[in-house]
T-cell receptor
Framework: DAGITQSPRHKVTETGTPVTLRCHQT?????MYWYRQDPGHGLRLIHY???????DKGEVSDGYSVSRSKTEDFLLTLESATSSQTSVYFC???????????????FGPGTRLTVL | AQSVTQLGSHVSVSEGALVLLRCNYS??????LFWYVQYPNQGLQLLLK??????LVKGINGFEAEFKKSETSFHLTKPSAHMSDAAEYFC????????????FGSGTRLLVRP
């Protein structure tokens, strides 16, 4: 299995509070992604990173920000959590140098976030 | 914009029966195609992928998928279902460019009856 960990694995928070989720990889992969998974929607891309300090928005980026100061860490921040952000969040990695030319992505175990 | 359609949010089969999960994409230029599986409370695991070459692709756990350009489809099959195949399956596509982004279908939950 790809070396991807996510923390925390579960979190319950209140509306209006900031929340930061962490994705850590030991594979030295260049690309990192944050998705949210909701019933009936599959996985939707929030933000992604193509290198240290290089990030871009996905299709559902409103209310989220990201940072990548080191290759191995990709942080997702909910600036002011809302109930609509209750979801399961997945981190993924890929790298064109290691078979990712076709964008094969490897996924972390997920973080279940509940916003009350 | 590219989109992926998985027909049937739930598919139920008997153990030993054929599994057929459907996936269609919208692009006129064939993208790269993937099937992922998600077991309960876990992340996604790659089952198989089509990039170029042979249109019938074999994956792990006895699954295979056939790319049909004329039908813009990439359906997933397994000749004989096993109880351990019960999971959610996602079809995904990636454009043949440098964006390295995946677009996922909404998923199909496979139920296997004893």
């Amino acid at each position: 299995d790809a070396g991807i960990t996510q923390s925390p694995r579960h979190k319950v928070t209140e509306t209006g509070t900031p929340v930061t989720l962490r994705c850590h990889q030991t594979e030295n992969h260049r690309y990192m992604y944050w998705y949210r998974q909701d019933p009936g929607h599959g996985l939707r891309l929030i933000h992604y990173s193509y290198g240290v300090k290089d990030t871009d928005k996905g299709e559902v980026s409103d209310g989220y920000s990201v940072s990548r100061s080191k290759t191995e860490d990709f942080l997702l921040t909910l600036e002011s959590a809302t109930s609509s952000q209750t979801s399961v969040y997945f981190c993924a990695i890929s790298d064109p140098r290691t078979g990712g030319l076709y964008n094969e992505q490897f996924f972390g175990p997920g973080t279940r976030l509940t916003v009350l | 914009a590219q989109s992926v359609t998985q027909l049937g949010s739930h598919v139920s089969v008997s153990e030993g029966a054929l599994v057929l999960l459907r996936c269609n994409y919208s692009s006129s230029v064939p993208p790269y195609l993937f099937w992922y599986v998600q077991y309960p409370n876990q992340g996604l695991q790659l089952l198989l992928k089509y990039t170029t070459g042979a249109t019938l692709v074999k994956g792990i756990n006895g699954f295979e998928a056939e790319f049909k350009k004329s039908e813009t489809s990439f359906h997933l099959t397994k000749p004989s279902a096993h109880m351990s195949d019960a999971a959610e399956y996602f079809c995904a596509v990636s454009e043949r460019d440098s964006s390295y982004k995946l677009i996922f279908g909404s998923g199909t939950r496979l139920l296997v009856r004893p």
